[in-house]
Antibody, heavy 118, light 110 residues
Framework: EVRLVESGGDLVQPGGSVRLSCAAS????????INWVRQGPGKGLEWVSG????????YYADSVKGRFAISRDNSENTVYLQMNSLRAEDTAVYYC???????????WGQGTLVAVSS | QSALTQIRSVSGSPGQSVTISCTGS?????????VSWYQQHPSEAPKLIIF???MRPSGVPDRFSGSKSGNTASLTISGLQAEDEADYFC??????????FGSGTKVTVL
């Protein structure tokens, strides 16, 4: 059974930092890119970032470029999202998702909430 | 980049068909045959129901179908059932490893 389990969400002040983790199991982790998608309160979905299967390729939405950093540890089947210089508009549930290619995301974690507020 | 445009809500009676459109541009929906659709029930994570425009993952009922014409993709739910009441989001590949989601459509089963 494929499982993606996010952790690390927290209440942080504007300008603060948080690191999200995504622990994966149930599939050959090194074969797949992993992405992060977020959903603001009562809002739609927004693609945030992605990391290639090897970890050498990292990609970001313009809204987070320069502030967020994605990485992966293939020995631990874990993906990380380091989030710096957080803003109120970054408040959202962050989902870790398994990418099947440019065609979509086939498995989603349960999400972890990041709330940015003073 | 703005979200893909979806109608805010649509409704239908059980057994009817509803179609949700997703309009993008020649840089995303119109350029790539990589449109996916996600169903999200309240307080749950989204679930993939269509990928590569018209492919269904294993386990997704065949009453869900996808298509694309030009810059607009569509999701049709045939034989609407009560459990189909949910939010639906489209997503398109936009090049350079980026993706763009739609604004979402709430489907109500009357």
């Amino acid at each position: 059974e494929v499982r993606l389990v996010e952790s690390g969400g927290d209440l942080v002040q504007p300008g603060g930092s948080v690191r999200l983790s995504c622990a994966a199991s149930g599939f050959t982790f090194t074969h797949y890119a992993i992405n992060w998608v977020r959903q603001g309160p009562g809002k739609g979905l927004e693609w945030v970032s992605g990391v290639s299967s090897s970890g050498t390729g990292t990609y970001y939405a313009d809204s987070v470029k320069g502030r967020f950093a994605i990485s992966r540890d293939n020995s631990e089947n874990t993906v990380y999202l380091q989030m710096n210089s957080l803003r109120a508009e970054d408040t959202a549930v962050y989902y870790c998702v398994k990418r099947i290619g440019p065609g979509g995301f086939d498995y989603w974690g349960q999400g972890t909430l990041v709330a940015v507020s003073s | 980049q703005s979200a893909l445009t979806q109608i805010r809500s649509v409704s239908g009676s059980p057994g009817q068909s509803v179609t949700i459109s997703c309009t993008g541009s020649s840089s995303d929906v119109g350029l790539y045959d990589y449109v996916s659709w996600y169903q999200q029930h309240p307080s749950e994570a989204p679930k993939l129901i269509i990928f590569d425009v018209n492919m269904r993952p294993s386990g997704v009922p065949d009453r869900f179908s996808g298509s694309k014409s030009g810059n607009t993709a569509s999701l049709t739910i045939s034989g609407l059932q009560a459990e189909d009441e949910a939010d639906y989001f489209c997503c398109s590949y936009a090049g350079s490893y980026t993706h763009i989601f739609g604004s979402g459509t709430k489907v109500t089963v009357l």
